[in-house]
């Protein structure tokens, strides 16, 4: 029987939480799937949209899709807690491997409802800084709506050690590295954006930069986890909390900062310290790297994942990740103080600091209530730099 | 607003509806008092099928819909599908 | 330019997603019925056996025929027939709660012979009927809950027709509704057959 049907702690008041904030992923999802059919200017057709908004799109089918799962698995938890029906105590004829299935139904596409934006947010700021068209536009847009798909035909890769059947395990291990797939077609057009670009170094590049290093880490190493064979050896280990933290910090995380740093000066109308800026990133990503690296090697040592202490032999690789804790956390610190500072203090800049070609950057920084002054003309493709207009100061 | 796409359907269309979902259900309740084995469960199934597609179908206007309402149906039931099915992986090899 | 936008097929289209998660909600229980129907199919036929296909047969009659006044409803309040969309309405209305005073019926007479979750009685009794009994309450009574959201919302909505809130020109809140209601049809047109006859 899962622990969270008998522990005295106080799970229902929790799960309930847990039930209301389903509603918010489900209610957002709903709002930018009907936003994205029925918002859209007219002229600007489904290859006409940023790739940022399929990305978004594609998101939003997995959490209208995925999340009533864990909506129906957290209820189940609430009512065998109140009324002992017993559908996972195999006392009463239950099967607690049936509540994996459900809870990692919805939590492997979770992953990709917090990854996928982030793509999204690579895919507008590389061309940005490369001033090239994006390589394969239709690619990328399909490959954000296959890993969608995809997503939903793998979770019980996250079982293989439950005691399933053998038959399940290879059939889910085979299906996992079909997302490698689609994955792999937005790594590789994002490196062919870059190639032969005029590349300028900003913040949000560095950020999309290293999405692309961290999160291709994650992915690699998310092959062995996938692989039935390799995984009974690291399962439970360090290795998986390594591989985690690349995908979801090295990846969500960076590009959620990078998406800060691409969209401030639109949000604000100021732009932040760009030296202080580069900085932090590079704290940060030398502390992320110190952090987590050494939980793959430690991983693969055989610590286990979820114990507070450790056998001597695993002492230094401890240590080290010790350290890039403290690095990554000033880097952190450091960054969010140059982001708050500047809401008030940065520099002015005008519509269009990057020269950008998406449409958000054809209205004031900040934008006016209801976005834009007038109705907004569609007068270009989204990655069409050939003259676009860009703010003064910063060319 | 309400100009766009607006489709009567009659109440005679309606009423046939009925009258047939009426019909289905006595078929299936007829079905069960047969012993089939294991074809008893894909004979309810398929009679449910059916008339929750006339439901969906008529009831609920899908007919009348435009096209990406029908593919988000089929998308929905589709992925509904592949999570029971593919739970049979597991449990069907046990 | 104006913020004010209704878009009748929008606010359509986000009724038909919302359904597309209670389909998944109640997708996640059915995952759970067939795969307890593969592994005790002789238990649950005998279990089966003792719900009474009168009372399902007649809340199916009841929800289908609800569902055609529902329907009817809509086509009369598109034809401005504000008195026939309320008669209809109503009679919707009255039938949800037929539904439901059966239902009560129904779990009463089963809690009287003392099968209800974790009851002695229940426990006594071979593992795959304890769990077809605990799907059958979880199932059907998560599908109850829907049935008395559903009348609550179809109360307001006779109030909106009868203030001409909802009207010739602007009836999607009903429409809406409809869905709802047809979809609640819906799982119980799976739910009759699952626990009523497969036995
Ligand atoms: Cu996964």
Redesign the pocket.
């Known amino acids: 029987m899962p622990f969270s049907e008998f522990t005295t702690t106080n799970v229902s008041v929790a799960v309930i939480g847990v039930f209301i904030l389903g509603f918010s992923s489900i209610l957002t999802g709903l709002n930018f799937i009907t936003t994205v059919h029925r918002l859209k200017m007219p002229e600007m057709k489904w290859t006409k949209m940023p790739l940022f908004v399929w990305a978004l799109y594609a998101t939003a089918w997995i959490q209208v899709l995925a999340t009533p799962i864990l909506g129906i698995t957290v209820l189940l938890i609430f009512v065998e807690r109140m009324f002992g029906i017993g559908l996972f105590d195999p006392a009463k004829g239950g099967d607690p491997i049936l509540y994996q299935h459900l809870f990692?139904i919805y939590?492997?596409p979770a992953?990709y409802i917090m990854v996928v934006p982030a793509m999204g947010v690579v895919t507008e700021i590389i061309p940005t800084f490369a001033r090239k068209h994006i390589f394969g536009y239709k690619a990328i847009a399909f490959s954000s709506l296959a890993i969608a798909f995809a997503?939903s035909l793998?979770?019980a890769?996250?079982m293989y050690t439950s005691g399933m059947s053998d038959t399940a395990v290879l059939i889910f291990s085979f299906l996992?590295f079909i997302v490698a797939i689609p994955t792999a077609i937005k790594v590789f057009n994002w490196v062919a954006t870059l190639y032969k670009g005029s590349i300028v170094i900003e913040p949000p590049l560095l950020y999309a930069l290293s999405f692309i290093f961290l999160f291709s880490i994650g992915g690699l190493t998310?092959l062995i986890l996938?692989s039935a064979g390799t995984d009974i050896h690291v399962h439970d280990t360090y290795f998986v909390v390594g591989h985690f933290h690349y995908t979801i910090f090295g990846g969500t995380g960076f590009g959620f900062f990078g998406a800060m740093h691409y969209w401030f000066p639109k949000i604000y109308g100021r732009m932040y310290n760009k030296k202080l800026a580069v900085i932090s990133w590079a704290i940060l990503f030398v502390g992320f790297n110190i952090l987590y690296f050494p939980m793959l090697v430690i991983g693969m040592m055989g610590m286990p994942r979820r114990y507070y202490d450790y056998l001597p032999q695993y002492h230094t690789g401890h240590l080290i990740s010790t350290i890039g804790s403290w690095i990554l956390a000033t880097g952190l610190l450091l960054m969010f103080y140059n982001l708050f500072k500047s809401i008030k203090h940065g520099e002015k800049v005008g519509k269009s600091p990057w020269g950008a070609a998406t449409l958000e950057w054809t209205t004031p920084s900040p934008p006016p209530t209801l976005n834009f002054v007038g109705e907004p003309k569609l007068t270009r493709g989204p990655y069409d730099y050939k003259g676009v207009e860009e703010d003064e100061q910063y060319t | 607003m309400s100009a766009e796409n607006k489709h009567i359907v009659s109440y005679k269309t309606f009423v046939s509806v009925w009258v047939i979902l009426m019909f289905l259900t006595a078929v299936t309740v007829w079905i069960a008092k047969i012993d089939l084995g294991f074809l008893n469960v894909v004979a309810a199934l398929t009679v449910a099928t059916t008339k929750a597609l006339i439901v969906i179908l008529f009831f609920m206007h899908l007919k009348y819909e435009n096209r990406l309402f029908k593919i988000s149906v089929f998308i929905t039931f589709l992925i509904l599908a592949i999570f029971i099915g593919f739970t049979f992986f597991d449990v069907a090899y046990r | 330019m104006s913020n004010i936008h209704k878009d009748y097929i929008g606010s359509k289209f986000g009724m038909w997603l919302f359904l597309f998660t209670e389909i998944l909600l109640f997708g996640g229980l059915f995952i759970l019925y067939s795969t307890y129907l593969h592994k005790y199919p002789a238990e649950f036929h005998l279990a089966g056996k003792e719900l009474n296909v009168y009372f399902g047969g007649g809340n199916t009659v009841a929800l289908v025929t609800s569902s055609l006044f529902m329907a009817m409803s809509i086509s009369a309040i598109q034809k401005g027939d504000k008195r026939l969309a309320i008669i209809f309405l109503g009679i919707t209305l009255a039938l949800a709660f037929v539904f439901l005073i059966n239902k009560y019926f129904e779990w009463g007479a089963k809690f009287h012979h003392g099968i209800y979750p974790d009851s002695p009685t229940l426990l006594q009794r071979p593992k795959g009927e304890i769990i077809f009994f605990g799907l059958y309450f979880v199932m059907t009574g998560l599908h109850g809950i829907h049935v008395l959201v559903g009348a609550s919302i179809i109360i307001y909505v006779l109030f909106m027709l009868k203030n001409e809130k909802v009207n010739k020109d602007d009836f999607v809140l009903l429409e809406n509704t409809g869905l709802y209601w047809h979809l609640v049809d819906l799982i119980w047109i799976y739910l009759f057959p699952l626990f009523y006859l497969i036995v």
Do not use: F
């Open positions: 990692w939590s492997h992953v997503g793998v979770w890769h996250h996992t998310g996938g």
